[in-house]
């Protein structure tokens, strides 16, 4: 059944209003029709058509494009009663990995978004060194300095298959001579700051990312609470010891054994909280949901429970 008030925002680099309305037709002839309709632009991946959306007075925001517009319709939409439906269409799609919304699918996208009932989830906040007192982005997966987390499935797909966790290797290796190990002050929640050695570190919502591998394995994107992993391999053999212990402890054995803890390994540390403030030595390369964002060199990230509205 069509929402009383439906809105559409979506990348018409990624999809057109003409596929998207093919596909509504076959889930809701009446949808294409009744909706309101707002493109992203290159200057504006989905704020301001969010915006408009709701003023509108949507109730369903169905985002057609990659995470980037995602997250862009969801720091909008946080705190209101309007819900977020997604219909994939980056690489990525991080989001919806986690949310189990279908891939490659457009029509059975829609429907999820049509026909599923509201569920609240949590988002993260983050203030940047440089963006004011007043200043926060929204993040509903990850943000973090360091390697990209999406080097762990960047890997050769016949290697892969031959060699099993060890093809993981080859893709590390090749961004590690990027990863300069650093002191750096982190803190936590009411806690004292820690001085702490790492060359990356992930802050998550949820810890899905492409391929299936759970970088954040403990990560639950309801759970009021934020999960860190820091990372501090800089040899073979502490990345052999990354490797393994995202792989194997904390990704094959888990799955058989459901009760089994998150392990720690020397080179690969993980945390949790709602708060967190880090100070680094000097400005690192950022990203926020997988954009980057420049160099940082200080930000503080805070959770808000329950306050996005998902299908």
Excluded at 1 to 8: E, F, K
Excluded at 179 to 205: K, R, Y
């Amino acid at each position: 059944m069509t929402p009383s008030r439906l809105a559409v925002v979506y990348n018409p680099v990624k999809i057109s209003r003409d596929d998207l309305c093919d596909a509504f037709d076959a889930v809701d002839p009446d949808a294409c029709a009744a909706a309101d309709w707002f493109e992203t632009s290159a200057d504006d991946p989905g704020r301001g058509a969010a915006q408009r959306a709701l003023e509108a007075g949507a109730e369903l925001v169905v985002v057609a494009g990659g995470d980037g517009t995602v997250r862009a319709v969801a720091e909008v939409l946080a705190g209101t009663q309007a819900a977020l439906g997604i219909v994939p269409q980056g690489t990525g799609n991080l989001l919806a990995r986690n949310l189990d919304v279908p891939l490659g699918d457009v029509a059975k996208a829609l429907t999820r978004a049509l026909e599923s009932e509201d569920r609240p989830i949590d988002i993260g906040w983050i203030s940047l060194d440089g963006d004011g007192n007043d200043h926060e982005r929204a993040f509903v997966v990850m943000v973090g300095f360091g390697l990209d987390a999406n080097m762990l499935v960047e890997t050769d797909e016949d290697l892969k298959d031959k060699a099993g966790w060890l093809a993981y290797v080859e893709a590390l290796g090749r961004a590690v001579s990027d990863g300069e190990v650093v002191d750096f002050t982190l803190a936590l929640d009411d806690g004292e700051p820690e001085q702490v050695s790492g060359h990356t570190l992930v802050i998550g919502n949820c810890g899905t990312i492409q391929g299936g591998v759970a970088l954040l394995p403990d990560a639950v994107i309801d759970d009021g609470r934020l999960d860190l992993l820091l990372v501090s391999a800089d040899t073979v053999v502490g990345w052999l010891d990354t490797v393994r212990s995202f792989v194997w402890d904390n990704g094959v054995r888990r799955f058989f054994e459901k009760d089994a803890p998150l392990v720690d390994s020397e080179s690969a540390r993980h945390l949790c909280g709602t708060r967190i403030a880090v100070d680094l030595p000097r400005p690192l390369a950022f990203e926020i949901d997988g954009e980057e964002v420049g160099d940082v060199r200080s930000f503080r990230v805070r959770l808000d429970r329950g306050a996005l509205r998902v299908r």
